[in-house]
């Protein structure tokens, strides 16, 4: 199961489509990554609409922030992309 986890996910990143080349704080690359994520999928074509970045869900009197919140009109479904660093 490691094995395939390894495959499956890198350890390492190249993030230079997004101009980072030192080390940055998480919001910082949230900020760089929403604008090239959120272009690339109301590319993806018609449907997605994009709802927010640090979008507030509420569920069981708890606030979470989702880093960017998309819907997809025909499918009737919310996709939502959670970055970590790390």
């Known amino acids: 199961m490691q094995e395939q986890a ?5 350890s ?3 993030l230079s489509f997004v101009g ?3 080390p940055i704080r998480e919001i910082e690359l949230e900020k760089r990554l929403v604008e ?3 272009h690339f999928i109301l590319e993806l074509g ?3 609409s ?3 970045n640090q979008y507030r869900l509420a569920l069981n ?3 979470y922030f989702v880093d960017m919140l998309f819907f997809h009109r025909k499918l009737r479904s919310l996709v939502a ?3 970590k660093i790390g």
């Open 6 to 10: 390894d495959e499956v996910l890198k």
């Open 12 to 14: 390492r990143y190249n």
């Open 20 to 22: 980072i080349d030192q």
């Open 36 to 38: 090239k994520i959120k």
């Open 46 to 48: 018609t449907g997605f």
């Open 50 to 52: 994009f709802l927010g």
């Open 61 to 63: 009197d708890k606030e």
């Open 81 to 83: 992309i959670e970055l």
